[in-house]
């Protein structure tokens, strides 16, 4: 629920906003190049703090055994709660210069081990509502000196706080935090008696960085109060990744030029959003997004949604005067690895509101993806009775790209060979791939996008139905190949060897840590969970599951969902139609084959002697 606007909480955003736009842009006059956080570690922990000492007088301690033992603890009090922020309080009618002068004063702590429990799943009492990020990337040597593989941002992340807490727990990987500043807004109306207060600044204790669990933890002095919302500033440098994984930068040569030309982009499937902006980096945290990303005049930047007509920005200072802003519209709710922009020179074919982009030398390479990308997404819209619910969609071949392709909404990035096809020249095998990636990520604007896995222990949820559905969206737009029919040797039995190894996994796998995260991108995931999909498909028949999954969808659109609540659709449309006995659920059949690994062999054992047959199964394993 979004706070109640009023007179007092309209002048604090004003305000806010002032305060972040000015001291923003005096910020990139001041700093040249990212500014790393001070290293001088002791043992596995480094602090940078300001530690509180107390004076006491000779008299006093030999006054009274009593005043000795609490002066002792209030020693060992303050030297084991080290104050690392600046406390920033009252209401914001005081100077603003007053108060930035506060902020900049803050000293932020790096910590290099566990903190608390080995859990590295963050808490639920903090919820985000919505992002606004800035983002200020360096592609040019005379951007920033000699340095040009960083870039500036700031994010207001606002947030609901369920429960009392004393901290904010969220995600930052290879990013500097410059300022932290924490305000409450209004209380929610819950009710009547319900009493209106000021936003004001919340006093900050410490700030935090657990390497270990990729956290970034701002702790208050007091505990934060339930059923009010709450707005997150923070200020950051960062750095391009090099590994084509968060925001990163590659380039390109055109024939004849002798200088790179160069692209930022993303990636941030499954954990990497972190490292382009501090983020509450899970699934199940869906937020809307609204960015802002400055660009030269030369390039031109895209993003999930469609750019603002209108937009008010500062003017970007020297060296940035070749530099100017883009502004996108809010997106829908959506999670973290969603989220996708690209700076570029690239151009692009358009179909009403499908484009497709791509280096100019290569741009009538993707007729074919032109063509086919809104047939696939209108037979969708049909086969799940659901419209897709963004404004447009763009297509984009980027020539460096470690995936495949990436199914972010509204902006779907694919490595160049994934996306282009040559008429006349490329095989007809190419023409077969292109489509076929194509409809997998289109199928995951609904199976991925629209409802996504509660925890990556569900990614068969994403991408096993985008395997499946891929293959029957290629089917219906291009219906010689006979692509359901592939798919029982592309997909079905592809699977099989790896299946029937001892250290395969199930479908379902519980996993925590980013590495683990990534090691279910494999064919277990896609192609038996594609598998899997298809059997289900026949045993219920088409007719039920096409109307279980809309059912399914349209429950869970915006939000998250587990297979749990995937078996009860199902369940409840074949008791319906009569296709399942009212005794049996889907959860009964399907839990066999996506929580255990591997795959049955049956044994038939006939007795001639006494006319029988004993049949039986047991996993299949390569011995």
């Known amino acids: 629920m979004s706070s109640p606007k009023t007179t007092s909480h309209t002048d604090f955003n004003q305000r806010l ?3 972040i736009n000015t001291n923003y842009y005096n910020f990139i006059h001041q700093n040249n190049g990212v500014h790393e956080a001070d290293e001088a570690m002791d043992g596995d922990i480094a ?39 600046r406390q920033l309080s ?18 932020y702590g790096r910590l290099d081990n566990n903190i608390g429990t080995t ?26 000196g000699a340095s040009n593989s960083t870039f500036d941002g700031q994010v207001s992340i606002v947030v609901n706080v369920t429960a009392p807490v004393d901290n904010i727990t969220l995600h930052a990987v290879d990013l500097n935090v410059t300022e932290c500043l924490v305000t409450r807004h209004p209380k929610m109306v819950l009710n009547e008696h319900v009493m209106m207060a000021d936003s004001f600044f919340i006093p900050i204790q410490e700030t935090q960085l657990d390497l270990s669990k990729q956290f970034f933890i701002i702790k208050f002095k007091d505990m934060l109060e339930a059923d009010y919302q709450y707005t997150i500033y923070i200020k950051y440098t960062g750095k391009f990744q090099d590994n084509m994984e968060g925001f990163y930068k590659s380039s390109y040569r055109v024939a004849n030029e002798t200088k790179n030309r160069w692209i930022a982009a993303t990636q941030f499937q499954p954990t990497d959003a972190r490292k382009a902006f501090p983020c509450f980096d ?4 869906k937020a809307r997004f609204t960015l802002a990303i400055a660009r030269p005049q030369n390039m031109r930047s895209i993003s999930n949604t469609g750019l603002k007509m209108a937009v008010n920005l500062p003017k970007l200072p020297s060296p940035l005067s070749s530099y100017e802003w883009d502004a996108f519209e809010e997106t829908v709710p959506m999670s973290t690895y969603l989220v996708a922009f690209i700076i570029s020179d690239f151009e692009y074919l358009s179909s009403e509101t499908f484009r497709v982009w791509a280096r100019s030398e290569v741009l009538s390479h993707t007729h074919y993806a032109r063509d086919i990308g809104p047939r696939i997404l209108k037979f969708y819209e049909e086969f799940f009775s659901i419209p897709y619910p963004l404004k447009k969609t763009d297509l984009v071949a980027l020539p460096d790209f470690a995936a495949g392709a990436m199914e972010n909404w509204g902006l779907v990035t694919f490595r160049e060979i994934a996306m282009l096809y040559n008429e006349g020249v490329s095989p007809n095998s190419q023409k077969e791939r292109v489509a076929t990636v194509i409809a997998h990520e289109l199928a995951h604007q609904w199976f991925g996008n629209l409802v996504t896995p509660d925890w990556w222990s569900d990614l068969w949820l994403n991408e096993g139905f985008a395997t499946y559905i891929e293959y029957v969206g290629v089917d219906h737009v291009e219906p010689k190949w006979k692509m359901e029919e592939q798919f029982i040797v592309a997909g079905i039995q592809s699977v099989f060897l790896m299946d029937s190894l001892k250290s395969t996994h199930p479908i379902s796998a519980r996993v925590s840590r980013p590495e683990e995260i990534n090691e279910l991108f494999d064919c277990i995931s896609y192609d038996k969970g594609a598998s899997v999909i298809r059997m289900m498909d026949h045993f219920l028949t088409r007719h039920v599951f096409r109307k279980a999954l809309t059912k399914y969808l349209n429950s869970k659109a915006y939000k998250n969902a587990c297979q749990n609540d995937l078996w009860d659709a199902l369940t409840e449309q074949a008791h319906k139609d009569r296709v399942m006995d009212k005794t049996l659920t889907v959860k009964d059949v399907m839990d066999t084959w996506i929580l255990q690994p591997g795959f049955p062999v049956v044994n038939v054992t006939r007795n001639y002697e006494e006319d029988t047959l004993i049949v039986s199964q047991s996993r299949f394993l390569l011995h």
């Open 17 to 19: 906003n002032h305060c």
């Open 47 to 85: 602090y940078t703090t300001r530690r509180k000492t107390l004076s006491v007088s000779w008299t006093l301690v030999t006054s009274s055994f009593a005043i000795i033992v609490l002066l002792c603890a209030l020693c060992l009090f303050f030297f084991f709660h080290p104050r690392t922020c």
């Open 119 to 144: 859990d590295v799943r963050l808490p639920r009492d903090v919820v985000p509502e919505s992002y606004n990020l800035r983002i200020v990337p360096y592609l040019w040597p005379d951007d920033r």
């Open 282 to 285: 899970e699934p199940a945290l």
């Open 90 to 107: 009252g209401s914001l009618a005081g100077s603003t210069e007053m108060l930035l002068d506060e902020i900049r004063d803050v000293n």
